[in-house]
């Protein structure tokens, strides 16, 4: 008997231990998330959910975990779960699975999802509303496509890279190099950004990254620069900090101000000036200059906005003062979080959205703020400079047509990448149709083609949307003239494919290759079966079976215009023919 109470003693002990030791993990988990220190949280919350039945909180939080660290692959798989449970889910979360479920190229499903969030926001959410309104949105997004040809940027570190900006023949960027081990935020374990600078040589080629200034670089953040045309002053994003100690605001929280630094005769940076218009209880980011420097727009999420972060402008007086803030409206700003402008000389305003319908995670978009322009539509900038991930930070110089962004689409060689780019074609502007043909795939593996037509269909909200095989699709890829290796544009959808045919094991993937008119028909036929391999070999060294691919090179038999032999076409028509085309099959 003396045994048996001895054993029961231990067993509760045990058991009370564990589920404190759970308690306490818990506990810490909960301190990192609310102190947005994500990765922190997720190594905590999954370490949980391995020991304990996943509740709707544990799923809520390490998919928003993923979620707001940007990976959205994963967000999707934890949104997964948590759409699979009984229970009421809140309108946001189906937004973010949304977005989460178009990083692996399924947006038959996000539709779904979003039509069930405008449903389920009384038509009352901007995001939601945006979305009903455009249900050929991809076919839009189409159109403005491949206008851009895109290079990843030598410079880039396995770090993180963004906010380029032009300084004479230099590019100022923001950067985690050289200060991952000696600079992190306690709070949050995130590395410190400082700014850097590259020369562009004359055949544009970038060369030695060097520090910016070490008057403005701080052991804190330092991001998002521009510069006046004369190179006397930047105004920069740094950190809330004062006496070299970090301020918070009222919650716990480091915010974003923007400060003001001048050149002197010497050409010496000095530390900066912080604007007058910063708050210790919001952020103000993300500077941009217009052409004639009497106006300053940024990216702020303080109070009497429309979303998580709106895009503002203020007035630069000639005696250097500034105007209060003024939102940009409704016409621009969602309920979600738009952010990084950028005003070009000719007075267009580029800015990142994740409230408007696109590809996925932050999408770029452009609009022209001239009173005297009619237009006023808001322009998604399409494929290749947009993809199911995050795309922020453009920049572009108006007379040579080229420019730079970031990205943290996974091609990349870090956790965000600057590409360079150069924009071969305009802006498609007041086209609402489409001039070719869309090949998209239904269940029964037949390629089905709609012509200038859009197919919706109504859904009512719903939990349990998760199919074993849902109807995917993904848009062609395209190559050089007389090329079969895979470009920088093509290696996005690509990668969509990849994550699908990851996370679907039941699907099968087959490559229809194609040419254009040039050469004879039996070099084309070859061109168009290396076009095909070198498209499988790119699947494969990532991991996914050789079996699960197939292949057919049909040369120039199938184009997708009238371009044939002995017509003379423009080069961005023949460019339409060199495509390889995917055919999902469901097993």
């Known amino acids: 008997m003396k045994l048996i109470k001895t054993l029961s003693l231990y067993i509760i002990l045990f058991a009370t231990s564990t589920l404190l030791a759970q308690k306490a993990k818990i506990k810490k988990a909960e301190k990192s998330y609310n102190a947005f220190a994500y990765s922190k949280a997720i190594n905590i919350y999954e370490e949980i959910a391995d020991k304990e039945v996943e509740s709707t909180d544990l799923l809520k939080k390490v998919g928003n975990s993923y979620y707001f660290n940007a990976d959205l692959a994963n967000a999707k798989k934890w949104y997964d779960k948590l759409f699979n449970k009984e229970g009421e889910i809140e309108p946001e979360y189906y937004f973010r699975y949304s977005h989460s479920l178009k990083s692996i ?3 038959e499903k996000a539709d779904k999802i979003m039509s069930s969030f405008y449903t389920l926001t009384n038509s009352s959410d901007k995001r939601g509303i945006l979305f009903e309104k455009t249900p050929d949105y991809l076919e839009k997004i189409k159109i403005q496509s491949d206008r851009y040809e895109i290079e990843n940027l030598n410079i880039n570190s396995k770090y993180s890279d963004f906010a380029p900006s032009f300084y004479n023949n230099k590019l100022i960027f923001s950067s985690e190099r050289d200060t991952i ?8 374990d995130r590395v410190f950004l400082d700014l ?16 910016f200034s070490s008057s403005i670089n701080t052991e804190f953040h330092e991001s998002t620069s521009v510069f006046t045309s004369d190179g006397n002053t930047v105004y920069f994003t740094r950190n809330n900090f004062s006496n070299n100690k970090l301020k918070k605001d009222s919650k716990g929280t480091i915010k974003l101000k923007i400060y003001k630094a001048s050149k002197n005769s010497n050409g010496e940076w ?10 210790d209880e919001y952020s103000v980011a993300h500077p941009s200059l217009n052409l004639e420097e009497n106006k300053l727009y940024f ?8 979303g998580l972060s709106d895009i503002y402008e203020v007035d630069i007086n000639p005696d250097g003062t500034f105007s209060s803030p003024k939102n940009l409206g409704e016409e621009i700003n969602t309920e979600g979080r738009e952010t990084f402008p950028f005003i070009s000389k000719n007075g267009k305003l580029y800015f990142s959205s994740n409230g408007r319908p696109g590809l996925g995670g932050l999408d770029i978009y452009v609009i022209t703020l001239s009173d005297n322009i009619t237009d006023k539509t ?7 400079i947009n993809s199911s991930f995050d795309d922020f930070s453009f920049i572009i110089d108006d007379e040579t047509k080229k420019g730079y962004f970031a990205s943290n689409r996974p091609d990349g060689k870090g956790k965000d990448d600057i590409y360079r780019f150069c924009e071969a074609l305009p802006l498609v502007e007041n086209k609402n149709k489409i001039d070719e043909e869309i090949v998209i795939t239904n269940s029964q593996e037949q390629n089905i083609e709609i012509e200038k037509q859009t197919i919706r269909k109504d859904v009512t909200p719903e939990k349990n949307l998760v199919t074993p095989a849902p109807n995917l699709r993904f848009n062609p890829i395209y190559f050089d003239f007389d090329r079969y290796n895979i470009r920088e544009d093509a290696k996005s959808e690509l990668n969509k494919i990849i994550l699908a045919m990851k996370e679907y094991p039941n699907i099968k993937v087959e490559i229809k290759s194609h040419t254009d008119s040039r050469a004879n028909n039996i070099y084309n036929m070859k061109l168009s079966n ?3 391999i070198a498209t499988i070999n790119y699947l494969v060294k990532r991991k996914i079976e050789r079996s699960r691919l197939s292949s057919t090179g049909y040369g120039e038999t199938k184009l997708k215009n009238n371009c044939s032999n002995g017509i003379k076409c423009l080069e961005k028509k023949h460019k339409q023919n060199r495509r390889a085309e995917f055919v999902i099959i469901y097993n």
């Open 270 to 279: 000095s530390s900066g000036d912080e604007l007058p218009f910063n708050n």
């Open 378 to 384: 808001i322009y998604n900038l399409g494929e290749p």
């Open 105 to 107: 190229g399924n947006y």
């Open 530 to 532: 290396k076009r095909a």
């Open 181 to 188: 081990l000696v600079s992190k935020n306690k709070d949050d």
């Open 196 to 211: 850097f600078s590259s020369d562009i040589s004359s055949d544009e080629k970038l060369n030695q990254v060097i520090k």
């Open 299 to 306: 990216s702020s999420d303080m109070p009497g906005g429309y």
